[in-house]
């Protein structure tokens, strides 16, 4: 069936260090998949995007990995800052058309002073 | 550029009442997704809607159901509210055939 899920539910980092989040997929014919960051009280903010025919793309401190092969996405967030505490949710688009997205459970990342 | 909005921001029902929750799109967007997130789970699809029909939906009973208006806005209906449906629903919205979805800010609602 459709499943979107991450590695680790929580991971916490150092201010100043990179930090990786992961994601595995199931459905193979997926071809686009966003990660979204939801802060406390909020909605998901979007933070990138990335299609299946690439497996790299960089925004601002962020970059997502896309694995084909193992079915598996990663969100790298450079020099983390305390404001990028958050949960993060990967999320993968399912059906031609359909509109969907599948979201994984997410995992909340903790910046350490 | 204003985002999605949704209202209210907080709804208190009891078992058996019907909730009413409302989303404003962002301006040029006529997609309107909705998505439930139950405390400490992940996002779950609801609905879809683009230029004022349902095109999707996700596996939710049928006490769950909506519209989209034609200037694009959209309201999520439950019925028979049950003490499960306590949730933040979140609305979405994008450009035709776009994927990217950008999300309001969620109407908490609980049912006591």
């Known amino acids: 069936g459709e499943s979107v899920g991450l590695h680790l539910p929580t991971l916490s980092v150092q201010e100043g260090d990179n930090s990786i989040i992961n994601c595995a997929y199931s459905?193979?014919?997926?071809?686009?998949f966003i990660w979204y960051k939801q802060e406390s009280g909020k909605g998901p903010q979007f933070i990138i995007d990335?299609?299946?025919?690439?497996d790299k793309r960089q925004g601002q401190r962020v970059t997502v990995l896309l694995n084909k092969t193992v079915k598996h996405l990663s969100l790298q967030i450079a020099a983390t800052q305390p404001g990028d505490s958050a949960v993060y949710f990967c999320?993968?688009?399912?059906?031609?058309?359909?509109?969907?997205?599948?979201f994984g459970q997410g995992t909340r990342l903790t910046i350490n002073p | 550029e204003a985002g999605v909005t949704q209202s209210p921001t907080h709804l208190i029902k009891t078992r058996g009442q019907q909730a009413t929750l409302r989303c404003s799109p962002i301006?040029?967007?006529?997609?309107v997704y909705w998505y439930q997130q139950a405390l400490g789970l992940g996002l779950q699809f609801l609905l879809w809607?683009?230029?004022?029909?349902?095109?999707n939906r996700g596996n939710f009973p049928p006490r769950f159901s909506g519209r989209q208006f034609p200037n694009y806005s959209s309201e999520l209906n439950v019925n028979a509210l049950e003490l499960e449906d306590s949730a933040l629903y979140l609305c979405?919205?994008?450009?035709?055939?776009?994927?990217?979805?950008?999300f309001g800010p969620g109407t908490r609602l609980t049912v006591l």
């Open positions: 979405a919205s994008s450009l035709v055939a776009i994927d990217t979805q950008y």
């Open positions: 459905n193979s014919a997926s071809d686009y």
């Open positions: 990335i299609r299946s025919n690439m």
């Open positions: 999320a993968e688009k399912v059906g031609q058309g359909a509109q969907k997205l599948v």
């Open positions: 301006s040029g967007h006529t997609s």
């Open positions: 809607y683009d230029e004022g029909e349902e095109r």
